[in-house]
């Protein structure tokens, strides 16, 4: 398995409180995404890093932000978080010219 | 913008079934295209990929391939087993876009003894 670690796994968090999940790796692949997982949708992007402090929008980035200030930590905060965040977030990672092909277990986030 | 539909699930299928996973899409240009495979509890993994029109993409007794004259993409395998059981996603990327992947809604396929 790829060595890519998410975490927390779980998190229940009320409205309008900052959250931060994590993603760590250990391949060294310099692109990381963060992607959220909704029934009916499939997986969506939200931002992705192409290097350290290069990040870019996906397609459903409002209310998300990013950092990577190393290699292999990627962190997305909500900033303030709303119960249409409420998701299951996949880390991924990828080497330049090929997709996302390493996925993280994933963390279910509960927004009550 | 591009788009990917698959057919609906789920699909249960008996062990040592034909499998087909119908897969079709929307996109400018020649895309490129994947199906990923979500095992219970884990996160996705690239099953196979093909690049160009009439690429046959295949790993692990699962093949497609890419039919530009139809804008499908579809998964066979010829046997299934009970391992094969998880959520498989069709998708596809931009010529030259491989960041900004557009996936399916995934078909869940069901395998039983």
């Known amino acids: 398995d790829a060595g890519i670690t998410q975490s927390p796994r779980h998190k229940v968090t009320e409205t309008g409180t900052p959250v931060t999940l994590r993603c760590h790796q250990t391949e060294n692949h310099r692109y990381m995404y963060w992607y959220r997982q909704d029934p009916g949708h499939g997986l969506r992007l939200i931002h992705y890093s192409y290097g350290v402090k290069d990040t870019d929008k996906g397609e459903v980035s409002d209310g998300y932000s990013v950092s990577r200030s190393k290699t292999e930590d990627f962190l997305l905060t909500l900033e303030s978080a709303t119960s249409s965040q409420t998701s299951v977030y996949f880390c991924?990672?990828?080497?330049?010219?090929?997709?996302?092909?390493?996925f993280g277990q994933g963390t279910r986030l509960t927004v009550v | 913008g591009d788009s990917v539909t698959q057919m609906e699930g789920p699909v249960t299928l008996s062990e040592e079934a034909f499998l087909t996973i119908n897969c079709t899409y929307t996109?400018?240009?020649?895309?490129?295209l994947f199906w990923y495979v979500q095992y219970p509890g884990e996160g996705l993994q690239l099953l196979l990929k093909a690049t160009k029109a009439d690429d046959k993409g295949s790993n692990k007794g699962f093949e497609a391939t890419y039919r530009k004259e139809t804008t499908s993409f579809h998964l066979e395998k010829g046997s299934v087993q009970v391992s094969d059981s998880a959520v498989y996603f069709c998708?596809?990327?931009?010529?030259?876009?491989?960041?900004?992947?557009?996936f399916g809604t995934g078909t869940k396929l069901q395998v039983i003894p």
């Open positions: 998708a596809l990327a931009p010529p030259g876009g491989y960041q900004k992947v557009t």
């Open positions: 991924a990672i990828s080497e330049p010219r090929t997709p996302a092909a390493f």
């Open positions: 996109a400018t240009g020649y895309p490129s």
